[in-house]
Each structure stands twice: as C-alpha cells, then as structure tokens.
C-alpha cells in the first residue's frame, strides 16, 4: 500500500518561509506525477503545485511567484519551498501522485501537514 508521508508545516509569521516535504512509498516513482494540494477549513481541497515526470511545473495563481515545487527521484520525495508566506495560505497541505496524462489522484490521502501563516 502507498503510503504518503507529508512533513514541514508549521507555525510561521506573514511573509516568512517553509519547505515541505512527502515521502511517497511508490512504485516507480519517477514516472509518475507529484502534487501538492491543500484544503483549508470550510473549503474544498485545491492544487497547489504540480510536476510532471518531466520535470514540467503548474502552480495555482496564488502561488506563481512565491512556491516552488521540486522533486528527488532517487529518495521518492517531493518538496514544496513556500516563501513570502500569507495568512490565506494557511491550510493542511498534501502531497500525492497521478499519472502524467490524468490528473486523478492516484494515492490515498495522507495526513497531511500543517500550515499556519499568523502574527
């Protein structure tokens, strides 16, 4: 079973910065897409960031400029470096993994880590 370890959140000041992290337990995890997305109270969950198996990058409009995605195929990981951090980026963040042409998740949801953008 896959298994998606986010980690990194935290409790950070407005225009402060965070690096997540998600361990993905996959299979052939170079061939696959890799996502963050985030759901915060009382709203559906949304991506954030994606990157294909190619390396080609998708940011939602609230985060161009400020998130980068990035990827280490060699230790199944994703990362997500968050800068200029703003109180509406204050959400659970996920990672999961989908094939490069359909973008249906394909993992079960992890726990998902904590961000918390506050003064």
């Known amino acids: 079973q896959v298994q998606l370890v986010e980690s990194g959140g935290g409790l950070v000041q407005p225009g402060g910065s965070l690096r997540l992290s998600c361990a993905a337990s996959?299979?052939?995890?170079?061939?696959?897409?890799m996502g963050w997305y985030r759901q915060a109270p009382g709203k559906q969950r949304e991506s954030v960031a994606t990157?294909?198996?190619?390396?080609?990058?998708n940011y939602a409009d609230s985060a161009k400029g400020r998130f980068i995605i990035s990827r280490d195929n060699a230790k199944n990981k994703v990362y997500l470096q968050m800068n200029n951090l703003k109180p509406e980026d204050s959400a659970v963040y996920y990672c999961?993994?989908?094939?490069?042409?359909?973008?249906?998740?394909?993992?079960?949801w992890g726990q998902g880590t904590q961000v918390t953008v506050s003064s």
């Open positions: 999961n993994y989908y094939a490069d042409y359909n973008p249906r998740v394909l993992g079960s």
């Open positions: 990157m294909t198996s190619g390396g080609r990058t």
């Open positions: 996959v299979s052939r995890f170079s061939i696959y897409a």
